[in-house]
């Protein structure tokens, strides 16, 4: 398999652009089992620029039983970076706050409010290869010609709760337990955390929406671990342009 290194493209100047959203929805439910923990509910606002969807901000709201009882929330803004995007997420079931800053794309600066009520901040430098929270995605369509063809994509990946970015592998994968057009693998690309983090699958369809997220998410069990799920995307609304090229 052919390696390719992480470049971010550099766009043409916007010569169009106009207003567009994107909805979707997500079922998590357990890697055995079909009884669903929780449901995501995504709005994305952006705009097409010459027939190309370009976010700006979204808002997760996470939800339980018949979709009133919401427990969690998740703001990002993408006006710095695709890859690294502003972000505020809320579990106040567990008194807990997770605010990721960009600042002037020179370095991130994580300020998490612990289950256990302390307080911690830390400072991570910006790399062209880094990738935080939901810039994975945006990771994968950026890259799309590359890792639809068998190449793989490394970058940096941010473990907001530690402070530190590790060293991870984008690759195309097979697994039965993902029905998309595509199926990709994040892995750690070293061997002693490879040992200690599980990759996490993830479902494209051939238009470049994510239909599956299979792996460790953000939603706490309890105050010690998060849930393990395999989450389910449906599309709802898609913006009068394409979501990559």
């Not at 995504?42 to 018949?66: I, K, M, W």
């Not at 939901?134 to 010609?145: C, E, K, N, P, T």
Request: a negative charge.
């Amino acid at each position: 398999m052919k390696t390719t290194a992480l470049v971010i493209a550099c766009f043409a100047p916007v010569l169009t652009a106009s207003g567009a959203e994107l909805r979707f929805s997500g079922t998590a439910a357990p890697l055995k089992g079909d009884r669903a923990i929780y449901e995501e509910h995504h709005l994305v606002e952006g705009e097409c620029s010459d027939g190309l969807f370009r976010p700006n901000a979204q808002t997760v709201t996470y939800v339980r039983g018949d979709g009133d009882d919401q427990f969690a929330q998740k703001k990002l803004s993408y006006g710095d970076s695709l890859l690294r995007p502003n972000v505020n997420f809320r579990q106040p079931d567990f008194n807990e706050v997770m605010e990721i800053t960009n600042r002037d794309g020179k370095e991130l600066r994580i300020q998490w409010q612990t289950p256990g009520d302390d307080t911690e901040t830390y400072t991570v430098e910006v790399t062209d290869s880094l990738v935080a929270d939901a810039g994975f995605d945006h990771l994968v369509r950026q890259h799309w010609s590359a890792v639809t063809t068998g190449e793989s994509v490394e970058f940096e990946f941010l473990a907001p709760t530690r402070g530190k970015a590790y060293e991870f592998e984008l690759e195309p994968a097979r697994d039965d337990r993902i029905n998309a057009a595509f199926t990709f693998r994040i892995k750690p690309s070293g061997t002693i955390l490879g040992f200690l983090v599980d990759p996490i699958l993830l479902g494209y369809n051939a238009d470049g929406m994510l239909t599956d997220y299979l792996g460790l998410t953000n939603i706490r069990k309890d105050r010690d671990a998060n849930y393990t799920a395999h989450i389910r995307y449906t599309l709802e609304t898609a913006p009068d342009c394409e979501l990559t090229r």
